[in-house]
């Protein structure tokens, strides 16, 4: 009993502060740094090598496999979670009775890209998952690294190309990483939208490979049903009927401080 007080779990409390940093970046930069959650398996992997007691085994070898069936399980779990997500919620249609003015903008040069659109603005990553992922813009007017001008053609942007298409059938290809600005005015717009992005299912893959398969469902659906909760408080208590944009890292720390504690007491 007094070796184990002195040889506390300490991949927990890594894993804990890993998941205060996501918290805190999620919040302050509005991504998950993949350096941040693909670190935190690498380092997690290694941990079970060079500490397996901390993986409740003895053999090396069993604990790297908790530690990888864990990483597969988050991955695998929460994908499935956002291919169901893209297919019931896959499309966000936007009419506007007068035109509006659109661009795309990078706000500092280490971070990515975000869409305007009248009043809203989207992260680049929560628009384009996958490079199929395509945002369909009817533009009135269009100006592409202001020397190209267009009127009434139809935009397929994607995650590294744009496609113009005209009413006369015939259609240019941009690159992107040719663009060097990318504005117009638009009265309609299909947007590909995803439940939550890819960053969040290598935060759930993290989760897995320091704590294994089983902890990670109970602290990922943990984390969703809390999110849904505080949704659902926020909406029948706000006068605009409309829910902020929440991040789930935080919901996931407070879920595995919960879990963990009820692991700590045999109570899961």
């Known amino acids: 009993m007094q070796d184990s007080l002195m040889n506390p779990d300490i991949s927990k409390f890594i894993f804990l502060l890993l998941l205060i940093a996501a918290t805190y970046t999620s919040y302050r930069q509005a991504i998950l740094p993949h350096k941040l959650t693909l670190g935190g398996v690498g380092g997690a992997l290694l941990l079970s090598i060079l500490f397996p007691q901390w993986w409740g085994e003895t053999s090396r070898l069993a604990s790297f496999g908790i530690a990888l069936l864990g990483f597969f399980a988050g991955l695998l779990s929460t994908w499935i979670l956002i291919e169901l997500g893209k297919y019931f919620f896959g499309k966000k249609n936007m009419l506007f009775t007068e035109p509006v003015k659109w661009n795309v903008k990078q706000p500092a040069d280490d971070l990515p890209p975000v869409v305007n659109i009248g009043n809203e603005t989207y992260r680049w990553e929560d628009v384009f998952m996958r490079a199929t992922d395509c945002m369909l813009i009817k533009c009135a007017t269009l100006h592409v690294s202001g020397k190209y001008c267009f009127e009434n053609v139809v935009a397929h942007l994607k995650m590294e190309t744009l496609e113009l298409r005209k009413h006369d059938g015939h259609t240019e290809l941009f690159e992107l990483q040719n663009i060097t600005s990318?504005?117009?005015?638009?009265?309609?717009?299909?947007?590909?939208?995803?439940?939550?992005?890819?960053?969040?299912?290598?935060?759930?893959?993290?989760?897995?490979?320091?704590?294994?398969?089983?902890?990670?469902?109970?602290?990922?659906?943990?984390?969703?049903?809390?999110?849904?909760?505080?949704?659902?408080?926020?909406?029948c208590s706000s006068r605009a009927r409309t829910s902020p944009r929440l991040e789930i890292a935080p919901f996931m720390l407070v879920s595995s401080i919960v879990v963990l504690i009820l692991r700590h007491y045999s109570l899961v």
């Open 182 to 235: 990318l504005e117009g005015t638009t009265h309609a717009v299909v947007m590909p939208r995803e439940v939550m992005g890819f960053g969040v299912a290598l935060l759930s893959a993290m989760t897995g490979t320091f704590l294994g398969p089983k902890l990670e469902i109970l602290i990922f659906g943990g984390a969703l049903l809390i999110m849904c909760l505080v949704t659902l408080l926020y909406v």
